[in-house]
Nanobody, 113 residues
Framework: QVQLVESGGGLVQAGGSLRLSCAASGSIFSISAMGWYRQAPGKQRELVALITSGGSENYADSVKGRFTISRDNAKNTVYLQMNSLKPEDTAVYYC???????WGQGTQVTVSS
């Protein structure tokens, strides 16, 4: 059974950085596009970034130039490097495997002003 496990969230001051990791068990990782979503309190879940199996990247306008998504197929892991964090980036961040329609459990990111 495929599972996604996120890590790397936490509390950081505005302007700081965090790196989120999402480790996938199972064999779907290398053939699946992977994404990072976030959900702030009272708001809908939104796509932050995605990376295809071939390595193409797409970003929400709100994070372009600040966040970078990457993947290591040998480790079945996708990363989200978040720089120049802002208080409005505060949310629970979720990893998503498109081919399996599978969510991770989420990791909290809190950015203080």
């Amino acid at each position: 059974q495929v599972q996604l496990v996120e890590s790397g969230g936490g509390l950081v001051q505005a302007g700081g950085s965090l790196r989120l990791s999402c480790a996938a068990s199972g064999s779907i990782f290398s053939i699946s596009a992977m994404g990072w979503y976030r959900q702030a309190p009272g708001k809908q879940r939104e796509l932050v970034a995605l990376i295809t199996s071939g390595g193409s990247e797409n970003y929400a306008d709100s994070v372009k130039g600040r966040f970078t998504i990457s993947r290591d197929n040998a480790k079945n892991t996708v990363y989200l490097q978040m720089n120049s964090l802002k208080p409005e980036d505060t949310a629970v961040y979720y990893c998503y495997a498109f081919s399996a329609a599978l969510w991770g459990q989420g990791t909290q990111v809190t950015v203080s002003s």
